[in-house]
Nanobody, 130 residues
């Protein structure tokens, strides 16, 4: 059973910086073989893929709306996933969720709404003020 818990959300001014975290507890499988991801959902909108990273080799992929501004990275020894949000804009305001499934990430993962992800955290709110 995998349990995920996000933290670090809050309010940030546009153009600032925020880093959010997700700690995962893995009881059955090696942590290095998971596809890890961040998704977000703004009020009244569908869930959107933000970024994915394969814990085995660190290969990352990003949604078009965050490319060049957000960075996903992980620390396997701490079982922690991070999302660095550089120069956020008001449209980045959303609840951010970390998610995982066992296996290599697929190119379509970041473009979808996360249907293939088996494990989810409860989310952390990020609010960007203009």
């Amino acid at each position: 059973q995998v349990q995920l818990a996000e933290s670090g959300g809050g309010s940030v001014p546009a153009g600032g910086f925020l880093k959010i975290s997700c700690v995962g507890s893995v009881h059955e499988y090696p942590s290095g073989t998971y596809c890890l991801a961040w998704f977000r959902r703004a009020p009244g909108q569908a869930r959107e893929g933000v970024a994915t990273i394969y814990a085995g080799d660190g290969k990352a992929d990003y949604g078009d709306s965050v490319k060049g501004r957000f960075t996903i990275h992980r620390d396997n020894t701490k079982k922690t996933l991070y999302l660095s949000i550089h120069k956020p804009q008001p449209e980045d305001t959303a609840k951010y969720y970390c998610a995982a499934y066992l296996g290599q990430c697929r190119p379509e993962d970041v473009a979808g709404e996360g249907a293939g992800f088996a494990y989810w955290g409860q989310g952390t709110q990020v609010t960007v003020s203009s």
